[in-house]
Antibody, heavy 121, light 113 residues
Framework: QITLKESGPTLVRPTQTLTLTCTFS??????????VGWIRQPPGAAPEWLAL???????RYRPSLKSRLTITKDTSKNQVVLTVTNMDPVDTGTYYC?????????????WGPGTLVIVSS | DIVLTQSPDSLAVSLGERATINCKSS????????????LTWYQQKPGQPPKLLLS???TRESGVPDRFSGSGSGTDFTLTITSLQAEDVAVYYC?????????FGQGTKLEIK
């Protein structure tokens, strides 16, 4: 059974760096040809894909945000970490991590419950 | 980026009736080398993450009721829910994974009439 769960701060000040952790179970990012991605959803808006990492450490980023995003994995802990620098109020939303079932395919079949991030001074 | 435009933005359908949601892509998401459309449909209920209903435009995920079906190819796609149930009230999103970045439609809110 595949599960994922996000953790991190709820409140972030403008210009600060956000660090979110996704802890997963039910699959391995060491041997399985799958990926873990991050998607965010502003209040009342559609989801927006941010980044994804694969088992072989291949990484993909949303081009418009690439300079602010870093995705890393710790296979020994079954965790994927996303950092977002220079946070702004427009970055407010629910951040999800999700499982991508096949290498090179940017769609997601299992999602975590999400964590709300509010950017405010 | 590929832009997905859904219609309508909101829809009210009576229980037991058919609901149809359209998704139009700004460019084709059909890959001729494998004859597949790189499009999914998601259902999102309040306070929950999106749930994958269909991949490859028309392949139902395990456990998804067969009243949900997808059709279309290239740039025009449709999600059909036959015999609407109360638990189908949600926002529905189409999503393309043909190119990076993958993108989502703006969503269609489905309610009971």
């Amino acid at each position: 059974q595949i599960t994922l769960k996000e953790s991190g701060p709820t409140l972030v000040r403008p210009t600060q760096t956000l660090t979110l952790t996704c802890t997963f179970s039910g699959f391995s990012l060491n041997t399985d040809t799958v990926g873990v991605g991050w998607i965010r959803q502003p209040p009342g808006a559609a989801p927006e894909w941010l980044a994804l990492t694969y088992w072989d450490d291949e990484k993909r980023y949303r081009p418009s945000l690439k300079s602010r995003l870093t995705i890393t994995k710790d296979t020994s802990k079954n965790q994927v970490v996303l950092t977002v620098t220079n946070m702004d109020p427009v970055d407010t939303g629910t951040y999800y991590c999700a499982h991508s079932p096949s290498y090179g395919l940017l769609y997601f079949d299992y999602w975590g419950p999400g964590t709300l991030v509010i950017v405010s001074s | 980026d590929i832009v997905l435009t859904q219609s309508p933005d909101s829809l009210a359908v009576s229980l037991g009736e058919r609901a149809t949601i359209n998704c139009k892509s700004s460019q084709s998401v059909f890959y001729s080398s494998n004859n597949k459309n790189y499009l999914t449909w998601y259902q999102q209920k309040p306070g929950q993450p999106p749930k994958l209903l269909l991949s490859w435009a028309s392949t139902r995920e395990s456990g998804v009721p067969d009243r949900f079906s997808g059709s279309g190819s290239g740039t025009d796609f449709t999600l059909t829910i036959t015999s609407l149930q109360a638990e189908d009230v949600a926002v529905y999103y189409c999503h393309q994974y043909y190119t990076t970045p993958c993108t989502f439609g703006q969503g269609t809110k489905l309610e009971i009439k």
